[in-house]
């Protein structure tokens, strides 16, 4: 083996690579972290508990966020990743059990690994009588009984929830008598549609505790993000107090924020216009240059595949220098088992591996110390994932280095360009609709069958709830009776959280038969067309058939040298508006409309250089969609006097970098989003821009937008401004999944246009 010896630190590496790649360096402070003293009703039994795991003191957020919910005050903390927020309903949950024999608490994660979790903490602080229990899917039936009638701690999920325990209420009714707390773990996971439902099965369980005389505090912990009290109460209806100053300690890192060059297209085949180096070969430079400098490093990638690249151009290059080397990298894929993880950690610890390329499943399940830096191979969609993944780097004290290469795509181009969305305030929210009318008559029909509503319930609900229930009784779905509205199918109302009432199309391999998962039908056109690449966990599969009467999609394993994206013509109307500002030649609207989108077909493009390799035709149905959305319009002379040439390019170009843009003030990924722009659009009569959510009903994206418009646009106009190129490219005005073949396009008009817009709208 090759011995290494230069070790130098990881900051010093940074001044060895390319600088005028370096768009920004942010120097992150040690954090010494601040403890204050027990709060004065913390009985000494936990004190001691606490102090047993080696808790001294709780830290100054920590302690608030206890405050809170011990008054009684619902209260929400939103802090960074390990900051220790478990002890935020830790606390006065098991004081509540400490001091009444009786009391009881429910705890929901998104995940069952992370209530498995939970409740190895909860066990491990040994309070007697809470006798904790996780209760979900996996619970043997003789345990559940057992569970209902002594747990004092129970420990679930929103599905076995909505599924279980709500429909089942009256087994639980001497658990529900004495409910005092509930708590809300990771609640940023709900959001969208999801998190839409989530809202209400969180109503239903109030109103179940409600029948059996309680109004339980509500404990939410959530990643940081812009507004947490907001989104915590679009989540619970309730009033939330918010914790967001974290005061737990951290290491030093420097960050430094990386745009790969522009080099000519042909370099790498495709058609003339300029793109970026791709971001896994920036990530394999960066890798092979750490090694080389013995700096022990992890390479963020999306996809497995990515991953495997970046493992397998690092090596190259590095047996290339000096032979051999490249043995000191290796790719990570999930699913290793466990010893091979040991391993793994093992090789790395000793420095016989110094770098790794990951899909994020290493955020799971691999315990690493020692890394010195962390390349993060394009903006992992949240801040949260952001700096759980920078947090990977960093060992005894020593300044760790992560860097964030962007990817050719406006949001990252924006974000490292413009490092204050990083590391200022957060402005991306978590948003859900409770009010969509496809969640909330689905959840009112379950409420019906659990208990008829009443007239009392309905404030619970939101103010649509009134109407929706009109058209369930016309439908013949729910009966009205004097004394409230009744359930009148046969068994339970059938309810898909993670849908909108259409069946969901099953992904099965078809040699195994095994369900691979599910897509929602809104996004089964795109994503799993017949010739579609469909990436599971990392692992890539080629649909060959998608059935939509069965709705079944049945593939198989294979990793073509492309990916494939579908592309679609969309039409839009205006079927009302909500909200609207008068901004003289602009208007800014929110309202519904109704989209009529079909796919035709599909492009193959070269994973790495993005060159396309041909267009296949697909012959699909069109769809029809009701859902929100945000628009503004422009006056002709507007547009005019701002010397907007290109009209219909300006436009399209602005929409693009819009949705873009929007993950940057609402967490969305490009499935969540559509949008249409038009020169002269029949119902506004006008140019206008249109970004819809992509859901029926909507989910809450459109609408954070309207409200945020200003910021949203800001940031688009920006983006676009910023960008080096010249006529457009994929970091800016470009799309991957254009309807139209990203024609027509014009990038210096765009920002004409959005100039009139933000000069117009008030701020
Ligand atoms: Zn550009
Ligand atoms: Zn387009």
């Known amino acids: 083996m090759h011995a290494v010896t230069t070790v130098a630190e990881p900051a010093e590496l940074l001044r060895r690579l390319r600088p005028d790649s370096v768009t920004h360096i942010e120097r992150v402070p040690t954090r010494a972290g601040e403890t204050v003293p027990w709060p004065a009703w913390v009985p000494p039994r936990l004190r001691e508990a606490f102090a047993a795991r080696g808790v001294t003191e709780p830290w100054r957020h920590q302690a608030e966020a206890a405050n809170h919910a011990h008054a009684g005050r619902h209260v929400v903390v939103a802090t960074g990743t390990a900051s220790g927020k478990s002890m935020a309903y830790q606390l006065p949950a098991l004081t509540?059990?400490?001091?009444?024999?009786?009391?009881?608490?429910?705890?929901?994660?998104?995940?069952?690994?992370?209530?498995?979790?939970?409740?190895?903490?909860?066990?491990?602080?040994?309070?007697?009588?809470?006798?904790?229990?996780?209760?979900?899917?996996?619970?043997?039936?003789?345990?559940?009984?057992?569970?209902?009638?002594?747990?004092?701690?129970?420990?679930?999920?929103?599905?076995?929830?909505?599924?279980?325990?709500?429909?089942?209420?009256?087994?639980?009714?001497?658990?529900?008598?004495?409910?005092?707390?509930?708590?809300?773990?990771?609640?940023?996971?709900?959001?969208?549609?999801?998190?839409?439902?989530?809202?209400?099965?969180?109503?239903?369980?109030?109103?179940?505790?409600?029948?059996?005389?309680?109004?339980?505090?509500?404990?939410?912990?959530?990643?940081?993000?812009?507004?947490?009290?907001?989104?915590?109460?679009?989540?619970?209806?309730?009033?939330?107090?918010?914790?967001?100053?974290?005061?737990?300690?951290?290491?030093?890192?420097?960050?430094?924020?990386?745009?790969?060059?522009?080099?000519?297209?042909?370099?790498?085949?495709?058609?003339?216009?300029?793109v970026r180096r791709s971001a896994l070969r920036e990530s394999a430079d960066l890798l092979a240059d750490a090694v080389t400098n013995g700096v022990r490093t992890l390479a963020f990638v999306r996809s497995r595949r990515g991953a495997e690249a970046v493992a397998t151009m690092a090596r190259r290059s590095l047996d290339e220098a000096v032979p051999g080397l490249g043995a000191r990298v290796a790719a990570y894929r999930g699913g290793y088992l466990r010893e091979e993880r040991r391993e793994l950690e093992a090789a790395l610890h000793s420095g016989e591996l110094l770098g790794l390329a990951s899909t994020n499943a290493l955020e799971l399940g691999v315990d690493l110390v020692g890394l010195d830096a962390v390349v993060i191979c394009g903006w992992p969609g949240t801040r949260a994932s952001l700096w759980q993944q920078a947090g990977r780097a960093g060992r005894n004290g020593h300044e760790a280095l992560a860097v964030l290469v962007a990817r050719d795509d406006p949001l990252d181009t924006y974000l490292v360009h413009h490092p204050e969305a990083l590391f200022g305030r957060p402005v991306e929210a978590t948003v859900l609709d409770p009010s969509n009318p496809y969640v909330l008559a689905p959840q009112l029909c379950s409420a019906a069958y659990e208990a008829p509503l009443t007239r009392a319930d309905l404030p619970l609900f939101g103010p649509d709830a009134a109407a929706v229930l009109d058209e369930l009784v016309a439908d013949g779905i729910l009966r009205?009776?004097?004394?409230?509205?009744?359930?009148?199918?046969?068994?339970?109302?059938?309810?898909?959280?993670?849908?909108?009432?259409?069946?969901?199309?099953?992904?099965?391999?078809?040699?195994?038969?095994?369900?691979?998962?599910?897509?929602?039908?809104?996004?089964?056109?795109?994503?799993?067309?017949?010739?579609?690449?469909?990436?599971?966990?990392?692992?890539?599969?080629?649909?060959?058939?998608?059935?939509?009467?069965?709705?079944?999609?049945?593939?198989?394993?294979?990793?073509?040298?492309?990916?494939?994206?579908?592309?679609?013509?969309?039409?839009?109307?205006?079927?009302?508006?909500?909200?609207?500002?008068?901004?003289?030649?602009?208007?800014?609207?929110?309202?519904?409309?109704?989209?009529?989108?079909?796919?035709?077909?599909?492009?193959?493009?070269?994973?790495?250089?993005?060159?396309?390799?041909?267009?296949?035709?697909?012959?699909?149905?069109?769809?029809?969609?009701?859902?929100?959305?945000?628009?503004?319009?422009?006056?002709?002379?507007?547009?005019?006097?701002?010397?907007?040439?290109?009209?219909?390019?300006?436009?399209?170009?602005?929409?693009?970098?819009?949705?873009?843009?929007?993950?940057?003030?609402?967490?969305?990924?490009?499935?969540?989003?559509?949008?249409?722009?038009?020169?002269?659009?029949?119902?506004?009569?006008?140019?206008?821009?249109?970004?819809?959510?992509?859901?029926?009903?909507?989910?809450?994206?459109?609408?954070?937008?309207?409200?945020?418009a200003v910021s949203w646009l800001q940031a688009t106009r920006d983006a676009i401004d910023g960008c080096a190129c010249e006529t457009g490219c994929p970091s800016c005005v470009q799309s991957p999944k254009c309807g139209n073949g990203n024609n027509p396009l014009s990038k210096p008009d765009a920002v004409r246009v959005l100039d009139v817009v933000l000069t117009s709208l008030p701020r």
């Open 480 to 708: 009205r009776r004097p004394s409230g509205w009744y359930w009148t199918g046969e068994g339970r109302p059938e309810v898909d959280l993670r849908g909108t009432g259409g069946v969901p199309v099953c992904v099965v391999e078809a040699a195994t038969g095994r369900l691979l998962g599910t897509v929602d039908p809104a996004s089964s056109h795109f994503m799993v067309h017949s010739g579609a690449v469909y990436l599971h966990q990392g692992e890539s599969y080629v649909v060959d058939t998608l059935d939509l009467d069965d709705a079944v999609a049945l593939v198989h394993r294979e990793e073509p040298e492309w990916s494939t994206h579908a592309r679609d013509v969309t039409s839009l109307s205006v079927a009302s508006v909500r909200s609207y500002v008068d901004a003289g030649p602009v208007g800014l609207f929110f309202g519904d409309v109704d989209v009529t989108s079909q796919v035709v077909s599909y492009q193959r493009r070269r994973i790495g250089s993005g060159e396309v390799l041909g267009t296949w035709p697909l012959d699909l149905p069109t769809r029809e969609l009701r859902t929100t959305a945000v628009w503004f319009t422009l006056s002709p002379q507007s547009l005019e006097a701002a010397g907007v040439e290109d009209v219909p390019g300006g436009l399209h170009a602005a929409e693009h970098a819009a949705i873009g843009l929007l993950p940057l003030v609402a967490t969305c990924d490009r499935w969540d989003i559509g949008g249409i722009s038009t020169a002269a659009h029949p119902d506004t009569g006008a140019p206008t821009v249109f970004v819809y959510d992509g859901h029926p009903g909507g989910a809450g994206f459109a609408e954070r937008a309207y409200k945020i």
């Open 96 to 274: 509540a059990m400490l001091e009444d024999p009786r009391a009881t608490a429910i705890y929901l994660a998104p995940t069952k690994a992370l209530a498995a979790d939970q409740l190895r903490a909860v066990a491990a602080l040994d309070i007697d009588g809470v006798r904790p229990a996780c209760y979900d899917g996996d619970t043997p039936r003789e345990e559940r009984e057992w569970i209902r009638q002594h747990s004092r701690f129970v420990l679930t999920n929103p599905d076995m929830l909505h599924h279980g325990i709500l429909p089942g209420h009256a087994s639980w009714q001497t658990f529900l008598r004495r409910l005092r707390f509930v708590v809300v773990d990771e609640c940023h996971t709900y959001r969208g549609v999801f998190g839409s439902h989530v809202a209400h099965v969180l109503r239903r369980l109030r109103r179940a505790a409600g029948r059996y005389g309680r109004t339980p505090v509500f404990v939410l912990a959530s990643a940081t993000s812009g507004d947490p009290a907001t989104s915590a109460k679009r989540l619970t209806g309730l009033v939330v107090e918010a914790v967001t100053e974290d005061a737990s300690p951290r290491g030093g890192v420097t960050f430094a924020l990386w745009e790969p060059p522009l080099v000519h297209s042909y370099e790498e085949g495709g058609d003339a216009a300029p």
